[in-house]
């Protein structure tokens, strides 16, 4: 068999027969007999005299230096800040710390370390509103959710040890993508209101017609009320059809699919925000909450909406009513506003001071536009690197 022919069978074998032969009968007699060249059994003589029987087996043909290979400093930076953040992908790794190289670049050491783990199977894919979101005017449809913040891991024994509240009361622009939330102890019909009055208020006073305006809820309990007046009208959606002369709507039963965008942020939210930061007292965690929620609604890119943050999208509508600031709205803990309720109305607070006010139709005053700096510090003492980015 030729030395070529071999190289489908035992290859090593050949070579150490090539070898001896050379050995005994010389570099051109071992050429001729194994149909080959003596510069190929010079090199597997040199090989074996200088390593054996390991010289003999297939070496690595990769280069031995790489030009586009990065410093060892980038790639340790890659992988602290992956385990730092283990949530976070490629892209936002990349766009957030401003990484000189690229996503894939990121992929490729993050696989390397084994820091990417499977992807989860989805049995139902969500529809793609991608388009149809595009055709939207700002505002026309807002999601309202709440989201249970217990069973996060890191979040849980600060809230059973500082008394944060359990809560987040959530709403979502379906345009824009952008995000309010304010914080409840309980989740109950009358914080939703509350809610509703502080989020719709604010809405009014940056340009959007509440009129034109659909929120859109599940069927829980904090939103429809009580199980056994559901074919009724709750006080949320009194306040929100009979005095903003908005939209309610309600999604089918089983179909959390529907509020696709929401369900999203929480997952956002809770890996880029609650997974991420510790809090002395309740002033923190709405300082931290404030800060968190300018960075996304102003600073945070989305892949899945151009890679635009909701002020991009917002800023690209042309000659909208609606006030860029309508993106600025301070969180709040919405038990605290129960007692200054005005009784014999709607449960909507006069405002947000202690101040008496005669009805509805004044709006909420935020720390922010009473001009209470002291009260809402959009970056005290966050730890987290989100605090780098805010405006």
């Not at 071999?6 to 290859?11: E, F, P, T």
């Not at 914080?183 to 006073?205: C, D, M, P, R, T």
């Amino acid at each position: 068999m030729t030395y070529y022919g071999a190289m489908v069978g035992n290859i090593f074998d050949m070579r150490l027969r090539m070898v001896h032969v050379a050995q005994d009968r010389g570099i051109s007699e071992a050429a001729r007999v194994f149909v080959t060249t003596r510069k190929t059994v010079r090199k597997w003589m040199g090989r074996y005299q200088e390593q054996g029987l390991d010289g003999l087996m297939d070496q690595s043909r990769a280069p031995q230096t790489c030009p586009h290979r990065i410093p060892e400093e980038l790639e340790q930076q890659i992988v602290a800040l992956r385990q730092r953040l283990p949530r976070w992908g490629q892209d936002r790794l990349v766009d957030d710390f401003s990484l000189p190289c690229s996503p894939k670049t990121v992929n490729r050491v993050l696989h390397a370390h084994g820091l990417i783990g499977k992807r989860r199977r989805r049995w139902q894919k969500r529809q793609d509103l991608r388009e149809k979101k595009k055709l939207m005017k700002a505002f026309e449809k807002v999601q309202v959710d709440v989201k249970d913040l217990s069973d996060i891991d890191r979040y849980w024994p600060q809230m059973k040890q500082l008394g944060l509240p359990r809560y987040e009361f959530t709403a979502r622009d379906m345009k824009t993508g952008g995000c309010f939330f304010a914080y409840g102890h309980e989740k109950s019909l009358i914080n939703s209101v509350l809610f509703a009055g502080y989020l719709g208020q604010h809405l009014k006073k940056y340009g959007v017609k509440l009129s034109e305006v659909v929120f859109q809820t599940d069927n829980g309990s904090e939103f429809v009320g009580s199980v056994h007046m559901k074919a009724e009208k709750s006080v949320f959606t009194e306040l929100i059809e009979d005095v903003f002369k908005a939209k309610h709507e309600r999604i089918p039963p089983r179909h959390c699919t529907w509020n696709s965008d929401m369900e999203a942020f929480h997952g956002m939210v809770e890996n880029d925000f609650y997974d991420v930061e510790d809090y002395r007292n309740h002033q923190q965690f709405l300082a931290k909450a404030y800060s968190y929620q300018l960075y996304f609604n102003y600073k945070r890119k989305n892949r899945r909406r151009d890679k635009m943050s909701p002020i991009d999208i917002l800023r690209s509508e042309k000659h909208s009513p609606v006030k860029k600031r309508v993106l600025n709205l301070p969180p709040i803990i919405l038990d605290h506003l129960i007692p200054n309720l005005e009784k014999g109305g709607y449960l909507v607070p006069a405002a947000v001071t202690h101040q008496k006010r005669a009805c509805c139709d004044t709006p909420l005053l935020s720390p922010l536009d009473r001009g209470d700096s002291n009260t809402w510090p959009a970056n005290a003492g966050c730890t987290s690197p989100l605090s780098k980015s805010l405006p």
